[in-house]
């Protein structure tokens, strides 16, 4: 059997490098729409409201990394909390959720509106 040629191995490697390279990049965030932020400060306001606001925020911070599969189960769930809540406003949520910075945003907000003077 013949052995490989010298730097073969080292080929192989540079190119499965090369093609994996942006295997595992996300692209960047477009920033949130202003509408998009008025929903999630409307959200914040109804928790504070409730006085929910550190609980809310405790299990934001806990479910954090599993915010793509909340978003999953919201777009599933859509046809059942459109009996609460409107339809437009769900699936909004859910596709915010489906973005890392949506959690930490709206967790800072409830921290934010509670310090604050209650309406």
Do not use: W, Y
């Amino acid at each position: 059997m013949a052995s490989p040629p010298k730097g073969f191995l080292s080929q192989k490697l540079s190119g499965l490098r090369s093609k994996l390279q942006g295997a595992f990049a996300t692209a960047p965030a477009e920033p949130l729409t202003s509408a998009d932020i008025a929903l999630l400060e409307r959200a914040a306001d109804a928790i504070v409201r409730r006085g929910m606001a550190t609980p809310a925020v405790l299990f934001l911070e806990s479910v954090g990394p599993m915010n793509f599969l909340g978003s999953q189960a919201l777009h599933f769930l859509t046809p059942i909390l459109d009996v609460v809540f409107p339809q437009r406003d769900v699936e909004r949520i859910a596709c915010l959720l489906e973005r890392r910075d949506t959690l930490v945003r709206l967790a800072a907000l409830i921290e934010a509106r509670a310090q604050g003077p209650r309406p």
